[in-house]
């Protein structure tokens, strides 16, 4: 009945106002109250009643309008939907300080993604919300601040615009770092923190500039102290962990403001088991915000422990950080398990901490567990950590081993997603490199040749790289290369066929051939190489190539061939000879590089002897 008067055009403005009104009030309600609105189909009758010409009546609309797209139930899609809603907004927002509000409250709450600060962006939302950001009503402002902290947010097209945009002539990260002052409101603080923080991430603002070292960053971690609420706590965290993530100087400069790795410790004391809560509503707001608060934590933990070693020790020296972080990667909350992972991916990057705290807690074991079931995004920074804990000086490597983490390796070489291909491979390289020959063995049987080869016609670079990283760590030292050429020497010769004639980078190319010369450097294998013609002339190819790195990978293959003490080397060295090897080897020996020259005369001299 009331949404039948507000689309009566016969009824009095008066009297359509008020339905807008009454409306608003039941959309306040419970989230039932909305979806049944919704079903009524509100919105298109409130954005027809937008074309009126009185300006109360349009205001009742435009409130009502943005109490629904606030809830939660309301799909912010409904305002896309046509495409002269969005123009039509804009030009409404010099009518009263009411639209601007309201208006800018609706963009803020319904621009999701890149899809959404596009079609904003191209209708002028940045030169049409621009001066809102010093207007006389603080609801205005605030409104304002929030849509740039939403549109600039990962979006570089917009924060380059914002840089350079004026109002009263003066430019606007100078707008946003005053109403980082101390004396501002901390909603208005922590938002302008928010679009500094994307302009710097997307490049807009340097991250050496002072807004960002002296305002910014401070700003933030101010935000992160035991006086401010639980919410503003996790954002501010949230916020910093993002401003710092990929520059060093800043994880620097954060880790020594305000005692702040001390001071996230406080984070995983919610709720506090104190039993003088007798508050019920305060220990359930502390429920609430305790897994945030430790998502909040683990995750700025993880940006300032990303790169420096000292930061690292500071952090697990933090109290019962690594029991913290084992406990978080079995929560229930899968937002707090990888924050948790990622936090634990930072710390394993040193190789300290591999040797001492990581061996100490066991952490393998909870890490092995979170691999078994859990989704792709927990899965590849899991799997990227279990890397670092294979690598040859980590005590780790065992136990890992023994809990059946070859299968689990092989497995995600074989997933659709190609981090966890790249993990997968990069993880089994680590295991295999200077490993016995059981695991060797263990490793090729647990791949299988199908899959070997599905692996080097991958069309990622970096998964074939590591593939061959693998093969290389494989073949290494003789009774192994000797052993696994035995079983599996048919195929691996013929993948290496197959990428020296692909149309592959150097790269590739070059370690195709670094593996070629460790089976060269094998007893018995090396006959697989002498007794391979379309081999033999590939890498007699490779000598004469224009480029250096390539010509002295088929010089080491060559030298292993032909090295004097070993059974053999006569016939090879013939073989080699009338195939035209030495006069390369001549010509190479006058070449102006250093490597090469020597490399060459190093081989002549197996001829003389």
Same mark, same amino acid.
């Given at each position: 009945?009331?949404?039948?008067?507000?689309?009566?055009e016969?009824?009095?403005? #008066?009297?359509?106002?008020?339905?807008?009104?009454?409306?608003?009030?039941?959309?306040?309600?419970?989230?039932?109250?909305?979806?049944?609105?919704?079903?009524?189909?509100?919105?298109?009758?409130?954005?027809?009643?937008?074309?009126? @010409?009185?300006?109360?009546?349009?205001?009742?609309?435009?409130?009502?309008?943005?109490?629904?797209? %606030?809830?939660?139930?309301?799909?912010?899609?409904?305002?896309?939907?046509?495409?002269?809603?969005?123009?039509?907004?804009?030009?409404?927002?010099?009518?009263?300080?009411?639209?601007?509000?309201?208006i800018?409250?609706?963009?803020?709450?319904?621009?999701?993604? @890149?899809?959404?600060?596009? %079609?904003?962006?191209?209708?002028?939302?940045?030169?049409?919300?621009?001066?809102?950001?010093?207007?006389?009503?603080?609801?205005?402002?605030?409104?304002?601040?929030?849509?740039?902290?939403?549109?600039?947010?990962?979006?570089?097209q917009?924060?380059m615009?914002?840089?350079n945009?004026?109002?009263?002539?003066?430019?606007?990260?100078?707008?946003?770092?005053?109403?980082?002052?101390?004396?501002?409101?901390?909603?208005?603080q922590?938002?302008?923190?928010?679009?500094?923080?994307?302009?710097?991430?997307?490049?807009?603002?340097?991250?050496?500039?002072?807004?960002?070292?002296?305002?910014?960053?401070?700003?933030?971690?101010?935000?992160?102290?035991?006086?401010?609420?639980?919410?503003?706590?996790?954002?501010?965290?949230?916020?910093?962990?993002?401003?710092?993530?990929?520059?060093?100087?800043?994880?620097?400069?954060?880790?020594?403001?305000?005692?702040?790795?001390?001071?996230?410790?406080?984070?995983?004391?919610?709720?506090?088991?104190?039993?003088a809560?007798?508050?019920?509503?305060?220990?359930?707001?502390?429920?609430?915000?305790?897994?945030?608060?430790?998502?909040?934590?683990?995750?700025?933990?993880a940006?300032?422990?990303?790169?420096?070693?000292?930061?690292?020790?500071?952090?697990i #020296?933090?109290?019962?950080?690594?029991?913290?972080?084992?406990?978080?990667?079995?929560?229930?909350? %899968?937002?707090?398990?990888?924050?948790?992972?990622?936090?634990?991916?930072?710390?394993?990057?040193?190789?300290?901490?591999?040797?001492?705290?990581?061996?100490?807690?066991?952490?393998?074991?909870?890490?092995?567990?979170?691999?078994?079931?859990? @989704?792709?995004?927990?899965?590849?920074?899991?799997?990227?950590?279990?890397?670092n804990?294979?690598?040859?000086?980590? @005590?780790?490597?065992?136990?890992?081993?023994?809990?059946?983490?070859?299968?689990?390796?092989?497995?995600?070489?074989?997933?659709?997603?190609?981090?966890?291909?790249?993990?997968?491979?990069?993880?089994l390289?680590?295991?295999?490199?200077?490993?016995?020959?059981?695991?060797?063995?263990?490793?090729?049987?647990?791949?299988?040749?199908?899959?070997?080869?599905?692996?080097?016609?991958?069309s990622?670079?970096?998964?074939?790289?590591?593939?061959?990283?693998?093969?290389?760590?494989?073949?290494?030292?003789?009774?192994?290369i000797?052993?696994?050429?035995?079983?599996?020497?048919?195929?691996?010769?013929?993948?290496?066929?197959?990428?020296?004639?692909? #149309?592959?980078?150097i790269?590739?190319?070059?370690?195709t051939?670094?593996?070629?010369a460790?089976?060269?450097?094998?007893?018995?294998?090396?006959?697989? %190489?002498?007794?391979?013609?379309?081999?033999?002339?590939?890498?007699?190819?490779?000598?004469?190539?224009?480029?250096?790195?390539?010509?002295?990978?088929?010089?080491?293959?060559?030298?292993?061939?032909?090295?004097?003490?070993?059974?053999?080397?006569?016939?090879?060295?013939?073989?080699?000879?009338?195939?035209?090897v030495?006069?390369?080897?001549?010509?190479?020996s006058q070449?102006?590089?250093?490597?090469?020259?020597?490399?060459?005369?190093?081989?002549?001299?197996?001829?003389?002897?």
């Amino acid at each position: 009945m009331l949404l039948y008067l507000l689309q009566q055009e016969t009824s009095s403005t #008066e009297l359509r106002t008020e339905c807008a009104v009454v409306l608003g009030s039941l959309a306040m309600g419970t989230e039932n109250n909305v979806k049944s609105l919704l079903d009524c189909h509100i919105i298109p009758a409130l954005l027809q009643g937008l074309l009126s @010409p009185d300006l109360k009546f349009i205001e009742a609309c435009l409130r009502c309008l943005r109490t629904i797209f %606030i809830s939660p139930v309301t799909p912010e899609d409904l305002l896309y939907t046509d495409a002269t809603v969005i123009s039509h907004l804009m030009a409404l927002l010099s009518r009263s300080r009411y639209t601007q509000e309201y208006i800018c409250q609706i963009f803020s709450h319904c621009c999701k993604g @890149p899809d959404h600060q596009t %079609i904003l962006f191209n209708h002028g939302a940045v030169q049409n919300i621009a001066h809102l950001l010093v207007s006389t009503s603080y609801k205005v402002r605030m409104q304002a601040l929030k849509c740039f902290s939403v549109l600039a947010f990962e979006n570089p097209q917009v924060s380059m615009t914002l840089v350079n945009v004026s109002v009263d002539g003066e430019l606007l990260p100078q707008i946003f770092v005053k109403m980082l002052q101390r004396d501002k409101p901390i909603e208005m603080q922590l938002t302008s923190a928010k679009c500094l923080t994307s302009m710097c991430r997307a490049g807009a603002i340097r991250t050496d500039d002072p807004c960002i070292v002296l305002k910014t960053l401070p700003c933030l971690v101010r935000m992160c102290s035991k006086d401010r609420l639980l919410e503003e706590r996790v954002e501010g965290a949230e916020t910093l962990a993002y401003l710092i993530e990929t520059d060093m100087e800043l994880q620097r400069m954060a880790s020594i403001t305000d005692h702040l790795i001390v001071m996230l410790a406080d984070y995983f004391k919610y709720p506090s088991s104190v039993s003088a809560i007798t508050d019920i509503k305060r220990l359930d707001h502390d429920l609430k915000h305790a897994h945030e608060l430790r998502q909040a934590a683990f995750k700025l933990y993880a940006s300032l422990g990303a790169n420096d070693e000292d930061i690292r020790k500071k952090i697990i #020296e933090t109290e019962n950080m690594m029991d913290r972080i084992v406990n978080g990667l079995s929560e229930s909350s %899968i937002k707090v398990r990888l924050a948790a992972v990622r936090c634990l991916h930072s710390l394993s990057r040193s190789v300290q901490q591999l040797r001492t705290s990581f061996q100490d807690h066991a952490v393998w074991k909870p890490l092995m567990k979170v691999l078994q079931n859990a @989704p792709n995004e927990i899965l590849v920074v899991a799997s990227s950590t279990l890397c670092n804990l294979l690598l040859e000086f980590s @005590p780790s490597k065992e136990p890992i081993l023994e809990s059946g983490a070859i299968e689990l390796l092989c497995s995600l070489t074989q997933s659709e997603n190609l981090a966890l291909r790249v993990n997968g491979i990069w993880a089994l390289m680590n295991m295999a490199f200077q490993a016995e020959q059981k695991i060797k063995s263990d490793i090729l049987r647990g791949l299988s040749t199908e899959q070997l080869f599905q692996l080097l016609s991958d069309s990622d670079v970096n998964v074939l790289m590591k593939t061959l990283g693998l093969l290389r760590n494989l073949l290494s030292t003789r009774p192994h290369i000797d052993h696994i050429m035995s079983t599996h020497g048919k195929q691996i010769m013929q993948a290496v066929t197959l990428i020296l004639e692909g #149309e592959h980078n150097i790269e590739v190319k070059e370690q195709t051939l670094c593996i070629l010369a460790n089976i060269a450097d094998g007893t018995t294998a090396k006959e697989l %190489i002498m007794t391979n013609d379309d081999i033999l002339q590939k890498i007699k190819y490779y000598m004469s190539h224009s480029n250096a790195k390539l010509q002295l990978a088929a010089m080491f293959c060559i030298s292993n061939l032909i090295w004097n003490e070993e059974e053999g080397s006569q016939e090879r060295q013939d073989k080699l000879r009338d195939m035209g090897v030495v006069d390369i080897l001549h010509k190479l020996s006058q070449s102006s590089d250093p490597n090469l020259c020597d490399k060459a005369k190093t081989a002549l001299q197996q001829y003389l002897a």
